[in-house]
């Protein structure tokens, strides 16, 4: 790479340019460990035209920066997780939101990866597997079947959850139907239809947030994707709506490639 501005470099004959951050050792973990710096495609090779795109990428980074620093703190939560014994139901509800919103990025992000002939078919084993076993103890009301996967859940999420037989089985049969609902939205991508993550669950907050807004160490206001895609936006006036609309979808993905450890920690849950 040839260095052509702050952050941001030339390489190739058609010298296409591209932005390139060294990830800060704060957030490091939370990256790939052979990882040591974020590139990121400006799409031209124009210098031009490149300097409105690294300020934006730029933008982009530094928030991505932040929630992987959010995401980390989180995750440490569970190392000395707030002991609970009830859950109201908004706060039900809540972590549901989350876990499916949690589940299909990841699915999303596994998908879009690829999957090859074998793959593919142990997946819709897999998920069917999982959909009759749960369905059946849905239906015969087996709830508290499911309640070690939701404790280990809510651990992760910086929550111990202890509650009473009843307040455990509805905790429970609220989370089974939870997941039986996210079953189903997978294996409707399986068959080949079209499930938007944005749609089912638009937004989704952490359960700490909700359940113990005190543990949580940073700013939960943080900007999302939403927000810096309204940014750029509306930095040029008068963008055109094709531009504008070609874009979104595209920048949307961006919320949803995001999982890094959280999403993994969560899919391990549901194998």
Avoid at 135 to 161: K, N, T, V, W, Y
Wanted: glycine content about 6%.
């Amino acid at each position: 790479m040839r260095v052509v501005s702050e952050n941001v470099y030339a390489r190739g004959k058609h010298g296409n340019l591209y932005v390139r951050r060294r990830i800060p050792a704060a957030v490091r973990a939370a990256y790939p460990s052979h990882q040591e710096h974020v590139v990121r495609s400006l799409g031209t090779s124009d210098r031009g035209a490149a300097k409105e795109l690294a300020r934006t990428e730029n933008t982009r980074i530094d928030i991505e920066f932040r929630q992987k620093r959010q995401e980390l703190e989180l995750s440490r939560a569970s190392f000395a997780a707030k002991r609970i014994s009830k859950l109201e139901d908004e706060q039900l509800q809540s972590v549901a939101k989350f876990w499916v919103r949690q589940v299909l990025q990841n699915d999303d992000s596994r998908r879009q990866a690829g999957l090859d002939d074998a793959e593919f078919d142990e997946l819709v084993e897999q998920l069917a597997t999982q959909r009759a076993e749960l369905g059946r103890m849905l239906a015969q009301g087996e709830s508290l079947s499911i309640f070690p996967a939701l404790h280990g859940f809510l651990f992760l999420c910086g929550l111990d959850f202890n509650p009473d037989e009843n307040e455990g089985k509805r905790a429970s049969y609220a989370f089974l139907r939870t997941v039986v609902e996210t079953l189903d939205h997978q294996l409707a991508r399986q068959r080949g239809d079209i499930v938007d993550t944005d749609k089912v669950v638009p937004t989704a907050v952490h359960p700490l947030h909700v359940v113990a807004p005190e543990r949580v160490a940073v700013d939960p206001d943080l900007p999302t994707w939403e927000k810096v895609f309204a940014t750029w936006r509306d930095y040029v006036d008068n963008r055109p709506t094709p531009t504008t609309l070609a874009s979104q979808t595209a920048w949307r993905d961006l919320g949803g490639a995001d999982a890094g450890l959280r999403d993994a920690r969560v899919d391990d849950l549901v194998r």
